[in-house]
């Protein structure tokens, strides 16, 4: 069984295809960690993120890096969501998810395109969602848990300029597949948007479409 999990920065997509992995048993992958490191080695590099050469050299960063904590900072976030502009950089990782998501057994796979172009067969497809104030207080809480210096009004300026970025772009934007379930959890927490999910991927497995 394939699950596709889609959705905007923040949205709480990551939480619920780890959930989901878990119940099910299957493996999971968070594709944003790809577009990460690339972003991350573009700036090792010395390079622009903007500059699609530079990007794609990065495509090259070493399996390693994908366990660096660097990865998880909002300032990668947004290395990423450069990077991820460049139709070049889509294609170089394209093969490494689509391999994931057709593996024996299945798996999860999380981001911003696997219903629309990595995983168009998946077997259940969700679209999580949530406000921008609400994704930003998310972060915001999350960010000063870690001790973080951040205001509330740079993280909502963030995630307006990551959504911007992630559905204007010309190739794989961010977009809700026609039959994926859309999952707002604006007002949901964390427990009841994953019991959501799994009855979702539950129906959908007793009753494919
Ligand atoms: O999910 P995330 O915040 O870790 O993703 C970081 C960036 O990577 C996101 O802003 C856009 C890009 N991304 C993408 O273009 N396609 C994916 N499948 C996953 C992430």
């Known amino acids: 069984m394939i699950v596709a999990v ?3 920065t923040a949205s709480g997509k990551g939480t619920i295809a780890h959930a989901l992995a878990a119940h099910f048993g299957l493996p999971v992958l968070d594709t ?11 700036q090792l590099d010395h390079g622009d993120a903007d500059n699609a050469a530079d990007a794609l050299a990065a495509c090259a960063f070493p399996d390693a890096l994908l366990a660096d ?3 998880r900072y909002e300032t990668t976030g947004g290395l990423a969501s450069r990077v991820s502009v460049h139709p070049q950089v889509r294609a170089a990782l394209l093969q490494r998810q689509v391999d994931f998501a057709n593996q024996p057994g299945g798996a999860v796979l999380d981001g911003r395109d696997i219903g629309t172009v990595i995983a168009p067969h998946a ?15 998310r972060r915001f809480a999350e960010m000063q848990a870690r001790g973080v210096d951040m205001t509330y009004a740079v993280v909502l300026a963030d995630i307006h300029a990551r ?3 992630d559905t204007g772009r010309a190739d794989a934007p961010l977009l809700r597949a026609d ?3 859309l999952l707002d959890t ?3 927490d964390r427990d009841a948007a994953i019991a959501a999910a799994i009855a979702f991927v539950e129906e959908r497995v007793r009753r494919p479409s």
């Open 32 to 42: 944003g960690l790809l577009y990460r490191a690339v972003g991350y080695q573009t």
């Open 186 to 188: 604006t007002a949901m």
């Open 163 to 165: 959504d911007a970025r």
């Open 6 to 8: 889609d959705g905007p």
């Open 179 to 181: 039959d994926a379930m």
């Open 69 to 71: 904590p660097a990865l």
């Open 123 to 137: 077997d259940a497809k969700l679209f999580v969602t949530a406000s921008a104030e609400e994704r930003a207080c």
